[in-house]
T-cell receptor, first 113, second 113 residues
Framework: GQNIDQPTEMTATEGAIVQINCTYQ??????LFWYQQHAGEAPTFLSY????GLEEKGRFSSFLSRSKGYSYLLLKELQMKDSASYLC??????????????FGKGTKLSVKP | EPEVTQTPSHQVTQMGQEVILRCVPI?????FYWYRQILGQKVEFLVS????????KSEIFDDQFSVERPDGSNFTLKIRSTKLEDSAMYFC???????????FGPGTRLLVL
């Protein structure tokens, strides 16, 4: 089956660094995505890993270990506007699946001054 | 920058009524998806669509749901006889290729009374 686990909530301080972890179990793995979602809005793409290792994109980095079924999103120099939910999702591609995303429940990050 | 658009942004309907949610995917994208998010819950896959036919559908996508690409730009989700539990945010997404990022539209908030 498909399963994704991530912490429900996290709190961090403006200017700090925060790491949001995600573990998953799946077959037919085709990539790990991180999306940001502000309340009442659509998910917006942050980062994508298909191979093991670290992908860096400005203040955001994402890491993947396929053997461990583990990923994390690292946010540096936190800003108040980073307060949002962060969604971990994996893409599956097997048995006719066309890359549909399976999402975790999201981690609600609160950034405090 | 091209983006996915959706109409209407909000829809209120009576239980048992039919609703049609509309999406215009990014123009050079080939794969289209519908997801839904019940308030406070995770984003859930409904259906994927490629080459003018459904590629895959989830257990949620029962006989009350249908999708259509009536012309070269629009992609619609129809719910034939709405139920209270259909109240949710419905997101359309599109991508150029399975291995690439899915971009989400702003969503339609559906409320069934």
């Amino acid at each position: 089956g498909q399963n994704i686990d991530q912490p429900t909530e996290m709190t961090a301080t403006e200017g700090a660094i925060v790491q949001i972890n995600c573990t998953y179990q799946t077959s037919g793995f085709n990539g790990l995505f991180w999306y940001q979602q502000h309340a009442g809005e659509a998910p917006t793409f942050l980062s994508y890993n298909v191979l093991d290792g670290l992908e860096e994109k400005g203040r955001f980095s994402s890491f993947l270990s396929r053997s461990k079924g583990y990923s994390y999103l690292l946010l540096k120099e936190l800003q108040m506007k980073d307060s949002a939910s962060y969604l971990c999702a994996h893409s599956i591609y097997y048995g006719g699946s066309q890359g549909n995303l399976i999402f975790g429940k999201g981690t609600k990050l609160s950034v405090k001054p | 920058e091209p983006e996915v658009t959706q109409t209407p942004s909000h829809q209120v309907t009576q239980m048992g009524q039919e609703v049609i949610l509309r999406c215009v995917p990014i123009s050079n994208h080939l794969y289209f998806y519908w997801y839904r998010q019940i308030l406070g819950q995770k984003v859930e896959f409904l259906v994927s669509f490629y080459n003018n036919e459904i590629s895959e559908k989830s257990e949620i996508f029962d006989d009350q749901f249908s999708v259509e690409r009536p012309d070269g730009s629009n992609f619609t989700l129809k719910i034939r006889s709405t139920k209270l539990e259909d109240s949710a945010m419905y997101f359309c997404a599109s991508t150029r290729a399975i291995q690439e990022t899915q971009y989400f539209g702003p969503g339609t908030r559906l409320l069934v009374l």
